[in-house]
């Protein structure tokens, strides 16, 4: 109020005098008419004074919140760069020493010696253009290693790449039947070309709330014990473990969910001998499935109920959902995947090894010594997370992917004959339900078999 007063007195009119005005005397007292625009206060600019005044005290306060928290985050910024130091320290070699050090050579080295003793077998046993070829490569690989230790002049990833390829090569060599595509003449055609939608489209006979499985048509071409049989193995311990088989010896009593018989693997889900993961396949008289926490397959004889297994070879073989089948959502502990085509039983996993693309290995039975085998691993270049699925057929391993809730796409095969990929597919396979536990082919009719979330589909497939 002081203020305002004082801006009063201190008025004048463009620096004028004061006004001097004229009255009257009326009733004893002086009137006289006042024009008082000439003290106005400046109350816009007034206004406009204070709100430059706010924004300049909001612009501080900004400016000293922004160096507070400047402050506090240096320290925190300092110790991260520290830490990043010293992370990185013990790979200094890299920059001192060149790409790779005496170890990684030595190791790849061995892996080296390793393939040329295999090949040099190989080719002595068949002598064959194929083994000529393979021999020469390998030895161009040996010379590309012996320049390594003398210079930093190969890439070692490339160097890796082609073992991988090499020991691919060497592996198509080995002990696949020669005539188990001549029994198939289907299987010279070439890759699939086409799915047929659902021409089976079953509930789980457990009930839909048990969304991980597998099921199927008894898979082994001359089986005669169980040549007509269809199974279902459901996952009841979290969608993760099972200890239980059924199995109806008809297509008609599975579709009615009749004349089953239920046969009990293992006492308990936690059991070593346990199934876990939808990976299960029935092979004649044999469910062959992934064993309980370890890199084993397993095969439960439905006649002696006795279980016999094998491990894995590779670095690092992945279990207990290290790596799962993704791409879209994970299905729970998928990491090993069991299956059958016409060139017998194969195992579809991912190693560290292999930095968690997928790896084929093939399995054999030995019926007369009761023995679980793996006879040739091939190596991908596919990571495992990024397919929603896989099966065999013909020895191809094709790959699937999701395209939305109803939609799967096979957009990936392996051929294990010759080594060779292709990711140029694009086969849809419709389904009703959006997640995918399990996807098997069986060679006795060609058809796929899939457990969708608690609903059983079969496709036809054509070359």
Not at 7 to 21: C, H, K, Y
Not at 32 to 59: H, M, R
Not at 289 to 306: E, G, K, M, Q, V
Not at 319 to 346: I, Q, T
Request: some cysteine; overall charge neutral; glycine content about 6%.
């Amino acid at each position: 109020m002081l203020l305002l007063l004082l801006l009063l007195l201190a008025s004048t009119v463009d620096g004028q005098a004061p006004q001097r005005v004229s009255g009257q005397k009326k009733n004893g007292a002086c009137a006289c008419d006042l024009n008082s625009t000439v003290w106005s206060f400046p109350a816009v600019k007034y206004e406009a004074v204070l709100q430059q005044i706010e924004s300049c005290e909001g612009s501080l306060n900004n400016l000293q919140e922004q160096v507070q928290l400047s402050n506090q985050r240096l320290p925190q910024i300092q110790a991260l760069v520290e830490n990043m130091t010293a992370r990185l320290e013990p790979h200094q070699y890299l920059h001192d020493q060149g790409l790779y050090s005496a170890l990684s050579l030595r190791l790849l080295g061995q892996e080296l010696s390793k393939l040329e003793t295999d090949i040099g077998d190989i080719h002595s046993q068949l002598n064959n253009a194929q083994t000529q070829k393979l021999s020469k490569e390998v030895g161009k690989l040996r010379t590309d290693v012996d320049r390594m230790e003398m210079a930093d002049t190969i890439n070692m990833k490339t160097v890796k790449e082609k073992l991988r390829y090499l020991k691919n090569g060497a592996e198509s060599c080995k002990s696949i039947p020669k005539d188990f595509r001549g029994q198939h003449k289907y299987c010279f055609r070439g890759l699939i070309t086409n799915i047929s939608d659902p021409i089976t489209t079953k509930d789980s006979p457990h009930g839909k709330s048990y969304i991980s499985g597998s099921w199927g048509k008894q898979a082994q071409m001359n089986s005669e014990g169980q040549k007509n049989s269809y199974w279902v193995q459901t996952l009841f311990s979290s969608h993760i473990l099972g200890n239980t088989l059924r199995v109806y010896q008809t297509y008609e009593d599975f579709m009615a969910s009749a004349k089953h018989k239920d046969f009990t693997v293992v006492a308990s889900y936690t059991h070593a001998n346990a199934i876990e993961g939808p990976s299960a396949v029935l092979y004649g008289e044999g469910l062959f499935y992934h064993c309980y926490r370890s890199a084993d397959i397993c095969r439960y004889d439905l006649n002696s109920n006795t279980v016999k297994r094998v491990t894995l070879p590779g670095t690092g073989v992945g279990f207990n959902n290290k790596f799962p089948y993704c791409y879209y959502d994970c299905r729970a502990n998928s990491d090993v995947d069991v299956e059958a085509d016409e060139a017998g039983l194969w195992a579809l996993y991912a190693t560290v090894g292999n930095h968690g693309n997928l790896v084929v290995s093939r399995l054999a039975w030995d019926n007369q010594a009761e023995t679980l085998n793996v006879s040739q691993t091939w190596e991908t270049r596919l990571f495992k997370k990024a397919v929603s699925n896989a099966f065999m057929v013909c020895g191809v391993m094709y790959a699937t992917r999701y395209v939305d809730e109803y939609r799967e796409e096979v957009f990936y095969a392996f051929d294990t004959a010759t080594g060779k990929e292709d990711n140029s597919l694009a086969l849809p396979l419709q389904k009703v339900a959006k997640g995918v536990a399990s996807l098997s082919y069986n060679p006795t009719n060609r058809q796929l078999y899939m457990y969708n979330d608690g609903y059983l589909l079969a496709y036809q497939t054509h070359f």
